[in-house]
């Protein structure tokens, strides 16, 4: 029987408080992943209920058996120490993981900020992940997916696009034609440190992007979309309300999830310009369509476009009562469930 491991954190508040936080958790990195609480030492711990705010982690866990110092992040971003020890266990097995942070030159001379999750060991294949409109490749959506798949044996590189996230560089000054070389940039990247990427990924806008990008990667085998506009410039319906105003005084600022950003309208030329059809017509690599049918933000019809523009092999995949954003965590680890057999398929070893 295969075996795994089970991590057990015991976290210290700094004021002699001890709680004990237990998860089926076999050797893997954790960044950005909800933490499944199991128990809490109540004997020791004055508030038992505290520890649940402790939702994320950003630590690569190796169960050797050994006791180590690891942060645990909280809501607000501060750190506490805690020491974690494992425990064998039998049962089911999933590949041990590191995340790393990377950099490299965007398409405007810039340093885009990256972050690389890798199995340990040989990874079967690397993959390329692109975000959705003004978020950031930190967002819950693209770092589940990425630890998920890297637990899986896929390498996965996400980065944050020109302007945004912490990559250097004026969102304003950018635009669906930037984010695809911003895409091309990056599989340079992998295709000078590591392997070229045998998987592209998008999600939102980054799915439309990863379409428009993929001819400009040969190697790749495998494209991805999730939750996908079939038109680049379905992303105006964002921002509608100030449209009028960007053509006729050339920029605006806009509200986009309670952020502010400055859009311009050289932005609109550029989407305007976008032939998503032809690009998806002429994809020759394997697609997956993953969207969902209540999903209020891009329509599910836009994953029918989609998919029929594409030419065979071509597969769908239902996310049934996910949000866009697969805040869920589950609905994120179904897709990287889903997306690892089905880009096996295509990937060499």
Partial sequence: MASRTTLVLVLASGKGTRKDMQGACPKFNLQGVEWPIRSVNKNNARNPTKIRKYARVDVSVDCSGESLQYGLQEPNNSFMSARARCARVFGGEQMGTTSKKVEFPGSQGFVLAARLDHPDGEAKAYALFAHCFTCS??????????????????????????????????????????????????????????????????????????????????????????????????????????????ESEGEAEVQLAGRRFRIRRQLLDDLRSQSLNKHIANLRKALIVFHAPQDKTVGIENAAAIFAAAKHPKSFISLDDADHLLSNSRDASYVAEVLSSWASRYVES
Avoid at 177 to 185: G, H, P, R, T, Y
Avoid at 215 to 229: C, H, N, Q, S, Y
């Fill in 137 to 246: 490749k930190d967002i819950l959506a693209a770092s589940r997916i990425a630890g998920s798949l890297a637990q899986r044996g896929f390498a996965v590189l996400r980065f944050d696009f020109t302007g945004l996230g912490a990559s250097e560089g004026e969102f304003a000054n950018t635009n669906f034609s930037s984010n695809v070389e911003d895409l091309l940039c990056a599989a340079q990247y992998l295709r000078r440190e590591h392997r070229a990427p045998a998987v592209l990924i998008g999600h939102s806008l980054g799915g439309a992007a990863v379409l428009a990008a993929a001819g400009g990667v040969p190697e790749a085998k495998a494209v991805a979309t999730i939750g996908a506009p079939s038109d680049a410039q379905h992303v105006v319906r964002a921002f509608a309300a100030r449209l009028a105003t960007i």
